[in-house]
């Protein structure tokens, strides 16, 4: 039996009483699982134990803060990015301009991909 690791869902739609989820490898690659009624009742139980994880565990693909701070040194010339209650990030103003350039290039881009709903 094959293994592939799935990095992003990139579609999920149900189809003559059948789930189909398709997935998409690291290198792009898509694949796409069939899962009957019984087979998608035993998948949404392991889910459920899986999202009792507590967030930080390796398990967990991706952070989200619930909040965020920027700002700027008092005492050095360096922008300040905090995520939680975790030490801030001093980045010099050419790095901070570079993030905020990629971070509107990625935003746009999430933007303009539809991704499916989860439910």
Do not use: W
């Not at 930080?56 to 300040?80: H, I, M, N, S």
């Amino acid at each position: 039996m094959d293994k592939i690791f799935a990095e992003i869902v990139t579609r999920s739609e149900v189809r003559s009483g059948m789930l189909e989820i398709a997935v998409s490898d690291a290198a792009g690659q898509c694949h796409t699982v069939c899962l009957n009624s019984s087979a998608t009742a035993t998948l949404i139980e392991i889910l459920g134990e899986l999202s009792k994880l507590h967030p930080q565990t390796p398990d967990c693909l991706t952070k989200t803060p619930d909040r965020y701070a920027v700002g700027r040194g008092k005492y050095e010339p360096f922008v300040l990015l905090r995520f939680e209650d975790e030490p801030a990030y001093g980045l010099t103003a050419e790095q901070a301009a570079d993030l905020g350039e990629a971070l509107l290039e990625e935003a746009e881009a999430v933007r303009a991909t539809r991704y499916p709903m989860r439910q």
